[in-house]
């Protein structure tokens, strides 16, 4: 019985003669075939058209479309040109068989023969066939896989000195295959001319030692386009260790290359400024130590910071930023360019300019004639600073701090030296602006106090170690309190109460700002409940609110939770923002406050004066209150020192219909200046200084006005 399974191979008989095929058939259904067959030529080729067998035997003579035309029109069929087509002929003559050959024939055999040899000779030529698709397929995938990869293969014949190449070399090398004429000097003729010699030279040097190469190169293709290739190849030897041949490959590496420069671009430099990262800094660090720098070479590391740069981004915005770090990093290259002839080192491969953070720069110095001339570079880098950055036709003025170690002196280990640089750099800063400081031993003191204060910050989160101090806000005509400034104090466990001047810049740099100013309006409101249930009339609590809170998304809906949730009452609530808060995305700061001035809060400017405020904005901005900064109430001193910039913040504040607030007064001439340019109320030591909620009763029994009215 006809096995059915399409697996099973498919065999077509062609013949005219029934008894042939009869016999035909029953030979090879033994051996497990599924047959068909036909009587003709023209069958056979309607059939194939169909389903292609996977071997046919087919007879030489027959009427009509005889055998070798039909062979032909077989292997023009779509999937004809790898079947098995045996030819039977009674023919027994050479110009037969080889005819049977010229027309596609895959083997022959003459009739009458043996069923048992049919069904042989068919079982054989399906074996090979199943061999020869499988070899197909296999160097198919292998090509598709090449051209995936873009990979290409070649070899080498020593003994003929014949070089061959696949058709994937010759497409990766941008030359057509038939172009090539099989010599290792085609092969060198299509590398770039600047590798050409490194090339020749590792393939000479392969073959003398009996070894391999592995290398990239450059191609220049017939477009004018440059390629990057790897280039590999392995000797082979004869029984007796003789180089008979190399083999190779050809790959091409070019996206690969971009790629990997691309990685290694993101990974050691600054996108922005193009500049080596802290990174690769540390890297070159090393590097010179190694070649001498600390023992017998004298260097230093700088390490550099832009003074209030931050303020100049907040007000200005990030790309303005972007481009000011990018013409202070011109300025630098150049200082560090020209300062050759002073400092007098060796050349400019001995200075490496690198980024380490936002506003934070660092130099590498070697080839010094003194550890002291480094001061010199650090003096020109201060200088590049001094003329004026333009924003958007806005003038702004920055300087820097610079911290110096001195390899050997101060460590020669990379990562040691740069922090002892950076603490160098943060005593530059506590002394001034246009500072440098040298390194030394009794830094790392302040350095430890500062991470125990860090450290006991964290803890006092959780152990909830902060007191609210409330400082009066006083009436200035008739010495009333008209409200009250929150002011959040740190009451240390072992070092009593921490001034926020010294733990407010802390909690700014490790991000714990945040909690800090809810825990104020959340204690703030509390208290507001507490004076209001005690039979107090209600008054304005100020509380100042950081730049970070302030632009946190969830701002409004976080505030008017934590003011709900404990008892407090927006109108009588005062949040306070500085002037670099209020300009840095205006249009947004402007929704902000729309948003909570909806809520019934009122808005304060803090420390007015100190900042770069559009008046444009301030009269559109919806504030109820301008708070004068503290340093131009301090040198008041009635009759002697009088202060145009007083009386023009009042004038303006009172033109713009603001509740003007005087901050940090402290004596009689202050209070009499004041009143006599119109400012509204006042708040300092000469009427209390800030004190806790028990404290302050008493003051706010005798001195608080009442009914005040809420917000507007």
């Given at each position: 019985m006809q096995d059915s399974d399409p697996n099973t191979p498919l065999a077509l008989i062609v013949d005219d003669?029934?008894?042939?095929?009869?016999?035909?058939?029953?030979?090879?259904?033994?051996?497990?075939?599924?047959?068909?067959?036909?009587?003709?030529?023209?069958?056979?080729?309607?059939?194939?058209?169909?389903?292609?067998?996977?071997?046919?035997?087919?007879?030489?003579?027959?009427?009509?479309?005889?055998?070798?035309?039909?062979?032909?029109?077989?292997?023009?069929?779509?999937?004809?040109?790898?079947?098995?087509?045996?030819?039977?002929?009674?023919?027994?003559?050479?110009?037969?068989?080889?005819?049977?050959?010229?027309?596609?024939?895959?083997?022959?055999?003459?009739?009458?023969?043996?069923?048992?040899?049919?069904?042989?000779?068919?079982?054989?030529?399906?074996?090979?066939?199943?061999?020869?698709?499988?070899?197909?397929?296999?160097?198919?995938?292998?090509?598709?896989?090449?051209?995936?990869?873009?990979?290409?293969?070649?070899?080498?014949?020593?003994?003929?000195?014949?070089?061959?190449?696949?058709?994937?070399?010759?497409?990766?090398?941008?030359?057509?295959?038939?172009?090539?004429?099989?010599?290792?000097?085609?092969?060198?003729?299509?590398?770039?001319?600047?590798?050409?010699?490194?090339?020749?030279?590792?393939?000479?040097?392969?073959?003398?030692?009996?070894?391999?190469?592995?290398?990239?190169?450059?191609?220049?293709?017939?477009?004018?386009?440059?390629?990057?290739?790897?280039?590999?190849?392995?000797?082979?030897?004869?029984?007796?260790?003789?180089?008979?041949?190399?083999?190779?490959?050809?790959?091409?590496?070019?996206?690969?290359?971009?790629?990997?420069?691309?990685?290694?671009?993101?990974?050691?430099?600054?996108?922005?400024?193009?500049?080596?990262?802290?990174?690769?800094?540390?890297?070159?660090?090393?590097?010179?130590i190694c070649c001498g720098m600390g023992t017998n070479i004298i260097g230093a590391v700088l390490v550099l910071s832009l003074d209030r740069y931050q303020r100049v981004n907040d007000m200005h915005g990030p790309r303005s930023g972007d481009q000011i770090l990018k013409e202070v990093t011109g300025r630098f290259q150049r200082a560090l360019s020209t300062s050759t002839t002073i400092a007098q080192f060796a050349g400019a491969d001995s200075t490496m300019l690198a980024r380490l953070g936002e506003d934070q720069f660092a130099a590498l110095l070697t080839n010094l004639p003194t550890a002291e001339d480094s001061a010199k570079i650090a003096k020109c880098l201060l200088t590049s600073l001094e003329a004026p950055f333009q924003i958007d036709g806005t003038t702004v003025m920055l300087t820097a701090s610079v911290g110096i170690a001195i390899p050997g002196t101060d460590g020669t280990e990379p990562n040691l030296l740069l922090r002892h640089a950076v603490t160098a750099l943060q005593a530059a800063q506590n002394s001034g602006d246009r500072s440098c400081q040298y390194y030394c031993n009794s830094m790392n003191v302040s350095i430890a106090a500062r991470i125990t204060l860090e450290q006991d910050l964290r803890a006092a989160m959780n152990a909830n170690q902060f007191v609210l101090y409330y400082q009066p806000q006083v009436d200035i005509l008739s010495e009333t309190v008209i409200g009250v400034e929150a002011l959040i104090?740190?009451?240390?466990?072992?070092?009593?109460?921490?001034?926020?001047?010294?733990?407010?810049?802390?909690?700014?740099?490790?991000?714990?700002?945040?909690?800090?100013?809810?825990?104020?309006?959340?204690?703030?409101?509390?208290?507001?409940?507490?004076?209001?249930?005690?039979?107090?009339?209600?008054?304005p609590i100020s509380i100042n609110l950081s730049s970070l809170h302030f632009r946190q998304r969830n701002l409004i809906s976080q505030i008017r939770s934590i003011v709900i949730e404990n008892g407090g009452d927006p109108p009588y609530l005062e949040l306070e923002l500085t002037e670099g808060v209020l300009m840095t995305n205006a249009t947004t700061t402007m929704t902000t406050l729309k948003q909570l001035k909806g809520l019934g809060f009122r808005l304060a400017i803090d420390d007015f004066g100190t900042g770069y405020s559009s008046l444009a904005y301030l009269q559109q901005f919806p504030i109820d209150t301008l708070k004068i900064d503290r340093a131009f109430v301090k040198d008041i001193k009635l009759g002697k020192i009088d202060s145009p910039i007083m009386r023009a913040i009042i004038g303006m504040g009172r033109a713009l219909k603001l509740h003007v607030v005087a901050e940090g007064v402290e004596t009689r001439d202050q209070l009499a200046f004041l009143r006599m340019q119109g400012c509204a109320a006042y708040q300092g030591f000469l009427f209390s200084r800030p004190v806790p909620p028990n404290h302050l009763l008493p003051l706010l029994q005798s001195h608080l006005r009442q009914p005040i009215p809420k917000s507007a």
């Open positions: 003669d029934l008894t042939f095929r009869t016999l035909s058939r029953m030979s090879l259904e033994q051996e497990e075939l599924r047959v068909e067959e036909v009587s003709s030529g023209q069958a056979a080729v309607d059939f194939a058209t169909a389903c292609m067998p996977d071997i046919v035997i087919l007879d030489v003579q027959m009427p009509g479309m005889d055998g070798f035309a039909t062979c032909q029109g077989l292997r023009r069929l779509p999937g004809g040109d790898f079947v098995p087509i045996l030819m039977m002929t009674g023919l027994d003559d050479v110009e037969s068989i080889a005819k049977a050959y010229d027309m596609g024939a895959t083997d022959f055999i003459i009739k009458p023969c043996h069923g048992l040899i049919l069904s042989q000779r068919v079982r054989y030529m399906l074996r090979a066939s199943r061999t020869l698709n499988a070899l197909r397929i296999s160097a198919s995938s292998l090509a598709q896989a090449q051209r995936i990869a873009q990979l290409g293969g070649w070899e080498w014949d020593f003994v003929h000195d014949r070089l061959e190449v696949s058709d994937a070399v010759c497409h990766i090398l941008g030359i057509l295959p038939a172009s090539f004429n099989h010599t290792q000097s085609a092969y060198l003729g299509c590398v770039q001319e600047g590798d050409r010699d490194l090339v020749a030279e590792a393939m000479r040097k392969a073959v003398a030692d009996g070894t391999g190469f592995d290398l990239d190169h450059r191609v220049i293709d017939t477009n004018g386009t440059e390629r990057i290739v790897h280039f590999q190849g392995e000797v082979i030897t004869d029984d007796v260790g003789r180089p008979q041949r190399m083999l190779g490959t050809v790959q091409d590496v070019t996206d690969k290359r971009a790629t990997e420069a691309k990685i290694y671009f993101l990974a050691n430099y600054d996108g922005l400024t193009h500049l080596p990262n802290r990174n690769l800094f540390l890297h070159r660090i090393a590097q010179a104090r740190w009451q240390h466990p072992t070092r009593g109460l921490i001034s926020p001047a010294e733990f407010i810049p802390v909690a700014e740099e490790e991000d714990l700002i945040i909690q800090l100013s809810e825990w104020v309006i959340k204690n703030a409101s509390q208290q507001q409940k507490t004076w209001r249930n005690s039979g107090l009339p209600p008054f």
